[in-house]
């Protein structure tokens, strides 16, 4: 079993960045695909971005596509989230996620374990 932790959620401007990191414990953040997944209440959990074990595979959902970009650091059993041009839409609640299958996973019921979330709000 993981355990996983998001953090560096917050209040940005229309246009500016924060950076997401995602904690795991328990168990190494190497023997999981990671994904990063958003919802707004009303709506479905939205995929937004995977990668997986080893780093050489990795997906974005179309509406953060060239924006956003995940990464993961083994050594810390951190993964990343780096937001970008962050808009108002952006807005969710963020959460990590990690995943027994192999490769990128695009649909949250490929995940096994998730963190507890974290709120980004973007400002107009």
């Known amino acids: 079993q993981v355990q996983l932790a998001e953090s560096g959620g917050g209040l940005v401007q229309a246009g500016g960045s924060l950076r997401l990191a995602c904690g795991a414990s328990?168990?190494?953040?190497?023997?999981?695909?990671v994904g990063w997944f958003r919802q707004i209440p009303g709506k479905e959990r939205e995929f937004v971005a995977s990668i997986s074990r080893g780093g050489s595979s990795i997906a974005y959902g179309d509406s953060v596509k060239g924006r956003f970009t995940i990464s993961r650091d083994n050594v810390e059993n951190t993964a990343y989230l780096q937001m970008n041009s962050l808009a108002p839409e952006d807005t969710a609640v963020y959460y990590c996620?990690?995943?027994?299958?192999?490769?990128?996973?695009?649909?949250?019921?490929?995940?096994?374990?998730w963190g507890q979330g974290t709120q980004v709000t973007v400002s107009s």
């Open positions: 328990g168990h190494p953040l190497s023997g999981f695909s």
């Open positions: 996620a990690a995943s027994m299958l192999g490769g990128d996973v695009a649909y949250s019921a490929g995940y096994n374990y």
